[in-house]
């Protein structure tokens, strides 16, 4: 086989090959496009240790942050929005965020472990491990505080 002829082929097979590439990612993203918000699954790894942020909590917080996500297409839906909504929650330490094929919206949470509570008359406030402050939780305590409690007036 000359050697044009084989640069010949070998442009043919690549431009071929691009193709179907392109073809295939374009109909990944129109199947994806008709995927809807199905619901939501969402996970608080530590809810044993500490109980400040429910499923529902989370649930409620961003139905009033993004209203309904019910039948939405998947491509309306930014997770990464959501994650930091969800991470700018004063109790959350981290959050992951991601939507699977099926139009499942899955929310890993893990909750602060505060170390110290500070108690004032007028409210409070916990300190965790990384010396992050945040505030006394309405619908829930911790557990157990790691090293010590400290009551101020």
């Given at each position: 086989m000359k050697r044009s002829a084989r640069y010949i082929s070998a442009a043919f097979f690549a431009g071929l090959m691009s193709l179907l590439m392109i073809a295939a990612f374009t109909a990944g993203a129109v199947k994806r496009s008709r995927v809807?918000?199905?619901?939501?699954?969402?996970?608080?790894?530590?809810?044993?240790?500490?109980?400040?942020i429910s499923g529902a909590d989370i649930g409620a917080f961003l139905d009033s942050r993004f209203g309904s996500l019910k039948g939405r297409p998947v491509p309306e839906i930014s997770v990464?929005?959501?994650?930091?909504?969800?991470?700018?929650?004063?109790?959350?330490?981290?959050?992951?965020?991601?939507m699977t094929k099926d139009g499942v919206l899955h929310i890993d949470v893990v909750q602060r472990t505060p170390m110290v509570r500070f108690q004032k008359k007028d409210g409070g406030f916990y300190a965790d491990e990384d010396g992050f402050l945040f505030p006394l939780q309405k619908n829930g305590t911790a557990s157990c505080i790691k090293h010590f409690a400290a009551n101020s007036q």
């Open positions: 809807t918000w199905d619901r939501t699954e969402i996970t608080i790894s530590d809810s044993m240790d500490n109980d400040f990464t929005e959501i994650e930091k909504a969800v991470d700018g929650r004063s109790a959350v330490k981290k959050s992951e965020v991601y």
